[in-house]
């Protein structure tokens, strides 16, 4: 065994290597600043990236390295986090605050510096400090090695669809106000494409996306949601989608007139303009997997133009409704990976780590000392995985522990296993679960074996609401090899295994009363979060971490950066 995991410990550091030889360095500076922009009648200032909504879309080929200069002019601290990079070594630039690294200081810069090794497709960036993601984010496009192409044919046109999330008000100020009553923030007023609200929206005929498109051609729409808290169905009127790609993993083509994605997750999809020149509406639908928790429930749209076009009034799509868990969860289904195709892993039939770990929403008591939080109630909304509700540390950054061997900043017992035993699914503890929807907070992480192969459950519960929610695991992807509704059971759910050709993720959307697992290699060094990327539930405490040792050299966590940002 030693002598396996030592062989393919060198057989990722030479393609490592080999990347590093081959590949190109592009490199950005990244301005982090406040911007005034008009939306929905109202002037805000919001923080930006360069001074643009989206932030600048980054182009790189399979092998270059990516260096980011990041200046933070803006008033707030923040991070950035390169969302489905598998950052190989570079465990310092991932991002999460407190983390990986404390935040970039107001005036304060950082390097971001990271080779990207064996990904093609469709990545995003975004802050991961506070609700600052809702408008520090982009497009992260990685195209193959130059000589290499695609594994489908190649189109016309390639095009961003960036879904994010508005509000009327400072983003900070709804996060600070929901951390500090206890409750769900505000909603946001809207959505937008491109970062464009559509015309849906009051004071925003002139604010549409529009996509000019010539008849008879083929287009990549590399679509990304980039909301905080939302998942959406979306349609194109009158046209259908092949897939070939999900989170930069490829995929078998699957045809489908109507793609969805949680928060985090991005599907490429060629569509191919065969239609009578025209105008169609491209639009983006919410999926409600909780119709008891309130949610912004507005339709946004862009335009799809042909050249030529005269019709003045787009087509619009037959959305489905926004509680169609049916078709949703036949999307997340019916997609399988593209075995033997670039970049493919197959799976790893050997598991050294078995996890089953429960998560949903619980409630948390009010601080003694502060009689008026809460609103006057004597608790307040929490979460938790496996009965631990995840806090993050003060003072020094999980990575930097963990690499300097400092106690007391996370503990290494976080449980394999909840621990006990109920009906995670059943629908009475909407109503009738708060006996068991407290969890203690804290800071553990999952000690995991460099290179060991890890199996997870992940089970979602009822306690408040049945939900579906979007987890995402930093630095690996892994393979979905099953989901299904209810409370798993290995006993019939292994025979439901897809070993073959299961879809390869980096953010598993677990079906609402359901379950999903995942399996993935432990293989890079370092304090890796795993945590649901509903925006709202990460200050609440879904979240736990892997610790993955160091392995045989050269699989050594490297020291930190000398510019890295202090606590």
Not at 267 to 288: C, K, R
Request: proline share 8%; hydrophobic share 40%.
């Amino acid at each position: 065994m030693k002598r396996l995991v030592f062989s393919l410990a060198w057989a990722f550091a030479l393609l490592l290597a080999c990347s590093l030889v081959s590949g190109a360095v592009v490199e950005h500076t990244f301005n982090i600043g406040n911007l005034t922009v008009s939306r929905l009648c109202n002037e805000e200032v919001i923080t930006t990236v360069n001074g643009s909504l989206p932030g600048p879309t980054i182009y790189v080929e399979e092998g270059d390295t990516l260096v980011v200069h990041a200046n933070n002019n803006s008033p707030y601290n923040i991070t950035l986090h390169w969302h489905g990079i598998f950052q190989i070594l570079t465990a310092w630039a991932d991002g999460p605050e407190s983390v990986t690294q404390c935040p970039i200081r107001p005036g304060g810069k950082y390097t971001y510096r990271f080779n990207i090794t064996g990904q093609e497709g469709t990545l995003w960036w975004h802050s991961h400090s506070s609700f600052l993601r809702a408008t520090v984010y982009g497009a992260l496009i990685i195209r193959p090695r130059r000589g290499n192409s695609h594994p489908f044919p190649s189109v016309y046109q390639e095009v961003p669809i960036l879904l994010g999330e508005w509000w009327n008000g400072n983003v900070v100020d709804v996060e600070n106000n929901a951390i500090e009553t206890g409750i769900g923030p505000n909603l946001s007023d809207a959505y937008t494409i491109n970062g464009l609200p559509g015309d849906t929206y009051n004071c925003s005929q002139n604010q549409t996306y529009q996509l000019q498109v010539k008849h008879g051609e083929t287009y990549l729409l590399r679509i990304i949601n980039a909301a905080l808290n939302a998942q959406h169905f979306f349609k194109i009127a009158n046209h259908t989608f092949t897939v070939v790609a999900i989170d930069a993993s490829y995929t078998q083509p699957y045809n489908t007139d109507v793609i969805i994605l949680a928060p985090g997750q991005t599907v490429d999809a060629i569509i191919t303009t065969n239609q009578t020149l025209g105008s169609y509406y491209m639009a983006f639908t919410p999926y409600h997997s909780a119709p008891g928790v309130s949610i912004n429930n507005n339709i946004t749209r862009g335009v799809v133009i042909y050249e030529n076009a005269t019709s003045a009034s787009p087509v619009m799509p037959d959305l489905p409704a926004q509680t169609d868990t049916p078709t949703a969860h036949k999307f997340y289904t019916n997609i399988t990976g593209l075995a033997g195709g670039p970049h493919w892993v197959p799976v790893s039939l050997n598991v050294d780590q078995h996890m089953l770990i429960t998560f949903g929403i619980g409630l948390d008591h009010c601080p003694e000392l502060d009689p008026e939080g809460c609103g006057g109630r004597n608790f307040r909304l929490s979460a938790s995985m496996n009965n631990e509700s995840f806090v993050l540390p003060k003072g020094l950054s999980m990575m930097e522990a963990f690499f300097r061997n400092v106690s007391g900043v996370y503990t290494r017992d976080f449980p394999d296993n909840p621990p006990f035993v109920f009906n995670y699914t059943d629908p009475t503890l909407e109503t009738n679960g708060t006996d068991i929807a407290f969890a203690p907070k804290s800071t553990k992480v999952k000690p995991l074996t460099f290179n060991s192969t890890v199996q997870v459950v992940l089970q979602n519960t009822a306690i408040l609401a049945r939900e579906n929610h979007p987890i995402h695991l930093h630095s690996f992807n892994f393979h979905v090899l099953a989901q299904g509704f209810g409370n798993y059971d290995s006993n019939v759910d292994e025979s439901k295994f897809n070993l073959d050709n299961p879809q390869i993720r980096n953010t598993i959307s677990v079906p609402v009363g359901g379950w999903a697992v995942i399996r993935f290699q432990a293989n890079n060094p370092g304090i890796w979060l795993v945590h649901c990327h509903l925006e709202t539930h990460l200050p609440w405490g879904l979240a736990m971490a892997f610790e993955v040792e160091n392995g045989p050299e050269p699989w050594v966590l490297p020291p930190p950066p000398a510019d890295l940002p202090q606590c």
